[in-house]
């Protein structure tokens, strides 16, 4: 597993990104792909996950606000960040389960101004 993220940076409050992640590792056995943030002083919390059959979990501060997309083939989990909020700003972790095992990416960094 290796993965690559790309697409954080700097919005005002409502505006829009898209965080991109593609794992260059093997593409068999990927269970869940997802994304994670970390806030400074606060743990690391769940933003959004889908299965390998396309089932989704989001975090509750970012319902119907965030969208999770996975692509098989390409072996990447996208997530659109819209109306977003200064407490949206993280530090995002790409996300992937395989064989029980986690793995994260280097991390993309998201800062919402008001």
């Known amino acids: 597993v290796h993965l690559v993220e790309s697409g954080g940076g700097l919005v005002r409050a409502g505006g829009s990104l898209t965080l991109s992640c593609r794992n260059y590792g093997s593409i068999f056995d990927v269970d869940a792909m997802g994304w994670y943030r970390e806030a400074p002083g606060k743990q690391r919390e769940l933003v959004a996950t889908v299965s390998s059959g396309g089932n989704t979990k989001y975090g509750d501060s970012v319902k119907d606000r965030f969208t999770i997309s996975r692509d098989n083939p390409k072996n990447s989990v996208d997530l659109q960040l819209n109306s977003l909020k200064p407490e949206d700003t993280a530090v995002y972790y790409c996300?992937?389960?395989?064989?029980?095992?986690?793995?994260w990416g280097q991390g993309t960094q998201v800062t919402v101004s008001s």
């Open positions: 996300y992937v389960q395989k064989y029980g095992l986690d793995y």
